[in-house]
């Protein structure tokens, strides 16, 4: 006797658009036994007599049962097919979701800021001149590449990343920021972010004492919090990082973040008395520092402040940056600098957790430097963010009403952001989100805070910001301030 053939699989196959009749009539019953609509243990008819009548030819419903029946779905003997039997879940009630299932008890600091997807907005802090990058002579450096690229490129490659870019970083690190390294103690890494999320995993442990700056940058803060590390904030000053010794005796730290070169977000300059006592403390304590110099290719008077790390022989620093804000975020190729009795330890561990990123564009870049278009682009946007930020001044006196006279801005002369401070009765977090809903991306300076905020202010962003909009931008602040200009 033949299986009655159920309903579901009587309904005309239409042709549609991009779906074939095979794959309507695989997702049609897959769907079904899913769904309960096809109880275990149905039969099925023949292939040949539901070809027949869904007017299909019998290899489309054959090519269908050998699918169904490769994934478990049907089960075939000399009796026929059959849908087989499968655990289905239970469904739930609107509100009993996965949404509610219990995290990792090491999120619970992340739930307490808000985030914006502010994409590239005008006056977000950490976005380069993306309007300026020359795309042209990128694309030439992928050329090169891509057109003489042998097959063993498209493998993986050294975990630490690609030997050539690691030779040309060494050496431009050594010139331009006074790094001591070769190339064995660079590692590439995708970004920052991943190379602070290494430095926690493989030198530290959860219950270890990590310092950060107060306030400072809170994408350090989350990669210490990842790895269940104690935060302990340590104020900053007019000279940067400001410990005191009851901080080396009641919670001496494994790991030290800081941005000496020009403060996040303040914008203080580290002093040298400082960089070095901290260095010696650190020693002392067997203690790592991760000098993370997200932005010192761009200072605008006088000559560059060298890394912290070229101060000593064989400091303990593990030194950081990327190309992000020289070039663009997407590129997302960043980099640290392994004090060199730490290589031939973390080697081991650094093969197996990473695979060397993305080859092709790690070997455009080298390229690109080569060629001479990677110093050419930083001249070009060191002028242009000197300009800009001369331009922010300039507008924020004259909207303050306070035009030719000093403003208390933070921020110094390098990187591409100034620190707009605020009277302590006004609410920053308020205030960037009405500016938000105005087109305006700037962070408030509360919320690089661990603790009480000290401070309110602006955090704002000018180097992806045009003239226009930098004026369109403190008229819009004024208004919202009720400035007199």
């Given at each position: 006797?033949?299986?009655?053939?159920?309903?579901?699989?009587?309904?005309?196959?239409?042709?549609?658009?991009?779906?074939?009749?095979?794959?309507?009539?695989?997702?049609?019953?897959?769907?079904?036994?899913?769904?309960?609509?096809?109880?275990?243990?149905?039969?099925?008819?023949?292939?040949?007599?539901?070809?027949?009548?869904?007017?299909?030819?019998?290899?489309?419903?054959?090519?269908?049962?050998?699918?169904?029946?490769?994934?478990?779905?049907?089960?075939?003997?000399?009796?026929?097919?059959?849908?087989?039997?499968?655990?289905?879940?239970?469904?739930?009630?609107?509100?009993?979701?996965?949404?509610?299932?219990?995290?990792?008890?090491?999120?619970?600091?992340?739930?307490?800021?808000?985030?914006?997807?502010?994409?590239?907005?005008?006056?977000?802090?950490?976005?380069?001149?993306?309007?300026?990058?020359?795309?042209?002579?990128?694309?030439?450096?992928?050329?090169?590449?891509?057109?003489?690229?042998?097959?063993?490129?498209?493998?993986?490659?050294?975990?630490?990343?690609?030997?050539?870019?690691?030779?040309?970083?060494?050496?431009?690190?050594?010139?331009?920021?006074?790094?001591?390294?070769?190339?064995?103690q660079i590692v590439i890494t995708e970004g920052v972010q991943q190379a602070l999320t290494l430095c926690v995993a493989l030198l530290s442990n959860p219950g270890d004492q990590g310092w950060i700056e107060e306030p400072g940058y809170r994408n350090a803060k989350a990669a210490l919090q990842a790895g269940q590390l104690n935060l302990v904030p340590i104020p900053t000053d007019e000279q940067g990082m400001a410990p005191e010794p009851e901080h080396w005796t009641a919670a001496p730290p494994r790991l030290i973040y800081t941005t000496p070169t020009h403060q996040y977000p303040t914008g203080v300059v580290m002093s040298a008395a400082r960089r070095l006592a901290l260095i010696a403390a650190a020693r002392q304590h067997q203690a790592w520092i991760i000098e993370d110099d997200y932005d010192g290719d761009f200072h605008y008077h006088g000559e560059p402040i060298m890394a912290m790390q070229g101060m000593t022989e064989n400091a303990p620093v593990i030194y950081l940056g990327s190309f992000s804000k020289t070039l663009f975020p997407a590129l997302r190729i960043g980099f640290m600098v392994l004090p060199a009795p730490l290589v031939s330890r973390l080697r081991p561990a650094l093969h197996q957790m990473l695979r060397g990123g993305n080859r092709l564009a790690q070997q455009a870049l080298t390229r690109f430097i080569l060629n001479g278009e990677y110093r050419r682009h930083l001249g070009k946007m060191r002028r242009l963010y000197r300009q800009r930020q001369a331009l922010l001044r300039t507008e924020l006196q004259r909207a303050t009403g306070q035009a030719g006279q000093a403003m208390p801005l933070l921020g110094g002369n390098s990187g591409m952001h100034l620190v707009l401070p605020l009277d302590a009765h006004q609410d920053d977090v308020a205030i960037t989100r009405k500016l938000l809903q105005a087109g305006y991306a700037p962070t408030a300076l509360s919320t690089f805070y661990l603790t009480e905020p000290a401070q309110q202010g602006l955090v704002i962003g000018y180097g992806n910001c045009s003239d226009t909009q930098i004026t369109a931008a403190t008229g819009q602040l004024s208004r919202l301030l009720g400035w007199p200009g």
């Amino acid at each position: 006797m033949k299986p009655q053939i159920p309903p579901l699989l009587l309904a005309p196959l239409i042709p549609a658009g991009g779906t074939t009749l095979q794959q309507q009539l695989y997702q049609r019953i897959k769907q079904g036994i899913l769904q309960g609509q096809l109880a275990a243990g149905t039969g099925l008819p023949s292939t040949r007599q539901l070809a027949l009548e869904l007017q299909v030819s019998r290899n489309t419903v054959l090519n269908v049962w050998t699918q169904l029946q490769a994934e478990g779905y049907l089960m075939s003997d000399r009796q026929g097919s059959r849908i087989s039997s499968l655990a289905l879940p239970a469904r739930q009630a609107d509100d009993d979701t996965l949404a509610s299932w219990p995290l990792a008890k090491r999120m619970d600091p992340f739930y307490l800021s808000q985030w914006a997807d502010t994409g590239s907005l005008p006056l977000r802090p950490g976005i380069p001149a993306l309007n300026h990058f020359p795309m042209a002579a990128w694309r030439r450096a992928l050329s090169q590449v891509t057109h003489h690229t042998p097959p063993q490129l498209l493998g993986y490659g050294d975990p630490l990343g690609d030997p050539e870019l690691r030779a040309v970083l060494a050496q431009q690190l050594r010139i331009t920021r006074g790094v001591r390294c070769d190339a064995g103690q660079i590692v590439i890494t995708e970004g920052v972010q991943q190379a602070l999320t290494l430095c926690v995993a493989l030198l530290s442990n959860p219950g270890d004492q990590g310092w950060i700056e107060e306030p400072g940058y809170r994408n350090a803060k989350a990669a210490l919090q990842a790895g269940q590390l104690n935060l302990v904030p340590i104020p900053t000053d007019e000279q940067g990082m400001a410990p005191e010794p009851e901080h080396w005796t009641a919670a001496p730290p494994r790991l030290i973040y800081t941005t000496p070169t020009h403060q996040y977000p303040t914008g203080v300059v580290m002093s040298a008395a400082r960089r070095l006592a901290l260095i010696a403390a650190a020693r002392q304590h067997q203690a790592w520092i991760i000098e993370d110099d997200y932005d010192g290719d761009f200072h605008y008077h006088g000559e560059p402040i060298m890394a912290m790390q070229g101060m000593t022989e064989n400091a303990p620093v593990i030194y950081l940056g990327s190309f992000s804000k020289t070039l663009f975020p997407a590129l997302r190729i960043g980099f640290m600098v392994l004090p060199a009795p730490l290589v031939s330890r973390l080697r081991p561990a650094l093969h197996q957790m990473l695979r060397g990123g993305n080859r092709l564009a790690q070997q455009a870049l080298t390229r690109f430097i080569l060629n001479g278009e990677y110093r050419r682009h930083l001249g070009k946007m060191r002028r242009l963010y000197r300009q800009r930020q001369a331009l922010l001044r300039t507008e924020l006196q004259r909207a303050t009403g306070q035009a030719g006279q000093a403003m208390p801005l933070l921020g110094g002369n390098s990187g591409m952001h100034l620190v707009l401070p605020l009277d302590a009765h006004q609410d920053d977090v308020a205030i960037t989100r009405k500016l938000l809903q105005a087109g305006y991306a700037p962070t408030a300076l509360s919320t690089f805070y661990l603790t009480e905020p000290a401070q309110q202010g602006l955090v704002i962003g000018y180097g992806n910001c045009s003239d226009t909009q930098i004026t369109a931008a403190t008229g819009q602040l004024s208004r919202l301030l009720g400035w007199p200009g």
